[in-house]
């Protein structure tokens, strides 16, 4: 199929004008978004034509922090109560009888969740290699899906005899993993627009390898001309760590490591300071916003109204699924503008989308500086579309626009949950997480009627439960 046609949708398109078209729709071909508008302005035929009348039609969502691995272990009994340092040690052990297989099958099971939630683009951390385990097993469980994939050849050096939190089982030596993470890049980066595929560097956190590993990896990355990411800040134990390993607090650190630029996200980032939102915007780091995560381990909530006041690019993160235990990025969406406003009930705040990318604050027009704007459905959309595009360095995402990637979902809004709803943008946020009923990557059907169209859902499920089993046992 070259063509596609989109007819009569509710159509967001995210733009820098932000548009909305009642009886939209989008004319693609090869995998590009070629005409946008009105239905009546498009071309009347295509190979594929789809009426979505009483569907709202979104860009796709982009998730910029996840480790599909973990979905393997959702809701472990000795794991549900327990805050980060202790969730990690009770699961380390467990994740180290992880084999390929079932690298391969989590990775297509939290695929599938993320297509059945909006999400057309992932970045994926995977930071240990039991058993023979590597992240091509990851890649080629993602080109069997169809979402594109940001691969993170994570990391772990730093075991506990050395003072590390992971055991020594589960790290490498770094000479190992600096040789393997080049092999990645020469194998399987493309960093041309409409790319499925790209190569991240990223070592865990600062708790799990040596300082000389980032500063290797930084050199390494910025050789190749690929992004970095990690894990800083957050919780408060991880600055107590930094503090007596290295004698910095974690953001400080990261600039003693050369991990300070345009070309660098973190997840979390949620114990920091004015002065290190500052030197964020300065550097134009990214952050990966992951509130449920947060929320889940008690580690607390982002200062996200400062982020996007400061000029922080700002985009949302599912997290692990051991502590989230569940792939939904419209969820995602949605526990961000509910934490804001618990958080940041604030004065004079917009993140209205700037061109640049990620929502930006500002005074809204007309908006005195008593009174107190609270953060809006469209403004967490754009987090999970523009936000993240920005976040990841892509400028063929996160928008539906003439010559952009044709990444888009569709939501039914004729449906018991959504009844009632006076609002069809604002229906996919504020009410419970829904299932896309259509999710489409570079112009193919991920998800197609509420179905996944390119892998067995059933099979998959089983095969992921078997393996899920496996490793709890004794």
């Known amino acids: 199929m070259s063509t596609l046609l989109i007819k009569n949708a509710y159509l967001v398109t995210m733009d820098d004008h932000q548009r909305e078209i009642p009886e939209g729709g989008l004319f693609v071909r090869r995998g590009l978004i070629q005409k946008v508008g009105k239905t009546s302005e498009l071309p009347e035929t295509a190979d594929e034509v789809l009426d979505l009348k009483g569907h709202v039609l979104l860009p796709g969502l982009i998730n910029t922090h996840h480790h599909f691995f973990q979905t393997l272990t959702r809701a472990v009994p000795a794991a549900q109560d327990a805050n980060l340092f202790n969730w990690l040690k009770t699961l380390y052990p467990i994740w180290a009888k992880i084999k390929p297989e079932d690298i391969f099958t989590s990775t297509q099971t939290a695929l599938a969740e993320l297509a059945f939630s909006g999400c057309t683009t992932a970045s994926d951390h995977l930071y240990l290699y039991p058993n023979g385990s590597k992240l091509d097993d990851e890649i080629a469980a993602a080109l069997e899906v169809g979402l594109r994939l940001a691969a993170s050849r994570g990391s772990m050096s730093l075991g506990e005899s050395q003072g590390g939190l992971p055991p020594d089982s589960v790290v490498d030596s770094e000479d190992a993993i600096l040789k393997d993470s080049q092999r990645l890049i020469e194998t399987y980066h493309d960093a041309k627009p409409g790319s499925m595929t790209q190569i991240v560097l990223a070592p865990c956190s600062p708790f799990s390898v040596t300082t000389d ?262």
């Open 213 to 474: 590993l980032m500063k290797q990896s930084a050199k390494l990355a910025r050789n190749y001309g690929v992004r970095l990411h990690t894990h800083l800040a957050e919780t408060e134990d991880e600055e107590q760590f930094c503090l007596e390993k290295f004698g910095h607090r974690p953001v400080d650190y990261m600039q003693a490591v050369d991990w300070m630029g345009a070309d660098v996200w973190f997840a979390h980032a949620v114990h920091v300071n004015a002065i290190e939102i500052q030197a964020f915007a300065k550097h134009q780091c990214g952050v990966a916003h992951c509130p449920t995560s947060n929320m889940r381990l008690a580690s607390g909530i982002a200062p996200l109204k400062e982020y996007l006041q400061a000029g922080v690019n700002v985009g949302l993160g599912v997290d692990g699924s051991a502590s989230n235990d569940g792939s939904h990025l419209l969820a995602e969406v949605r526990n961000a503008m509910l934490v804001s406003r618990v958080k940041e009930g604030i004065t004079g705040f917009s993140a209205t989308p700037s061109p640049s990318g990620s929502p930006k604050g500002v005074l809204r027009e007309g908006q005195g500086e008593g009174e107190r704007k609270l953060m809006t459905a469209r403004e967490a959309l754009a987090l999970g579309t523009r936000g993240g595009a920005a976040v990841l360095g892509r400028k063929d995402i996160g928008s539906l626009e003439v010559g952009k990637c044709a990444d888009f979902f569709a939501v039914n809004l004729n449906q018991l949950g959504l009844a009632g709803m006076h609002d069809p943008v604002s229906a996919v946020v504020f009410g419970q997480p829904v299932r896309a009923d259509y999710t489409v990557v570079n112009g193919k059907f991920v998800v197609k009627e509420g179905q996944l169209a390119t892998v067995d859902e059933g099979k998959l499920i089983e095969r992921h439960n078997q393996a899920a089993k496996r490793l709890l046992a004794n």
